[in-house]
């Protein structure tokens, strides 16, 4: 296997894409702070002609994550628009035969069903699980659903996950996500649709959003990947067939392991791998 390139600086790469696919959190913050240097980077690809466009596993619709990046401090400046796989889960909840929902989640979710129809019941009554994270996600893991969950697998139930990641990093804390939950689910034998990385119908999404805002069709290889989640936004990357970027993150990277011994273990010659790595976007 050869050596993955550890990059200072993306500005190698710049020349080569028309549009980046960039993750929001863990990239561009850590749902705290704003990364200025990814910020930075981003506003300079846009104003050498590049478009962005911010590809993020948040439960929350488009308009949720934007103003969550502009109270992070998030200048508008960085990117064209965004696609979150709330947008998608919408595209799902939609199309199921009964919108008689068990929501599992914060309350602060809820958004993902307005103008739905749905109707948000227990599992006692319901006929389909829409799962968007943990309700105390500082507190729980998966584990305080499984009663909820081998109910409803007993009882056949779908769920659509609005967030396939599996955990985030939050101010320097590692906390779960709905990903932890589907997984579970998954494992006692139910049913799970993903809406996100590293699934399809979010790079769909998000590459009929690119030739909206540059007016043109874009082709896979001019799309750069960049996100610090190595079984979602690189995964979902070489699936799809577009190059990516790994952002080591605290979210892959073991304490006291080098960037590049990093990569090494999680990337190894048999998996698809990311065309370099980065500490940081910058």
Wanted: aromatic share 4%.
């Amino acid at each position: 296997m050869s050596e993955i390139p550890v990059l200072d600086s993306i500005g190698s790469l710049q020349v080569s894409a028309d549009v980046w696919f960039v993750d929001i959190w863990g990239v561009i913050h850590d749902g705290v702070r704003p990364f200025e240097a990814a910020i930075t980077a981003c506003t300079l690809f846009r104003r050498a002609g590049g478009t962005v466009v911010l590809v993020s596993n948040s439960p929350r619709p488009r308009a949720g994550v934007v103003a969550q990046l502009d109270a992070i401090g998030v200048h508008r400046g960085a990117y064209d628009d965004a696609i979150t796989s709330g947008d998608v889960s919408r595209r799902l909840i939609a199309a199921l035969p009964t919108q008689h929902i068990h929501h599992i989640g914060p309350a602060r979710d809820v958004a993902i069903f307005d103008g739905l129809g749905s109707v948000l019941v227990g599992i006692e009554a319901a006929d389909a699980i829409v799962c968007t994270g943990l309700v105390d996600d500082e507190m729980e893991t998966a584990d305080a659903y499984r009663a909820v969950l081998r109910e409803a697998c007993g009882r056949t139930i779908p769920m659509i996950c609005a967030n396939p990641d599996l955990t985030v990093e939050r101010g320097g804390r590692i906390i779960p996500c709905a990903g932890s939950i589907a997984a579970l689910y998954s494992e006692l034998g139910g049913r799970v649709s993903y809406a996100g990385k590293p699934h399809a119908p979010i790079y769909d999404a998000a590459m009929q959003l690119a030739a909206r805002l540059r007016g043109a069709t874009v082709e896979r290889s001019r799309v750069l990947a960049i996100g610090d989640g190595a079984l979602t936004d690189i995964a979902g990357a070489a699936h799809y067939l577009i190059r990516a970027v790994f952002v080591a993150s605290g979210v892959h990277v073991r304490r006291n392991e080098t960037v590049s011994d990093a990569a090494r273990r999680l990337f190894p010659a048999t998996q698809m791998q990311p065309i370099a790595v980065m500490t940081h976007l910058a």
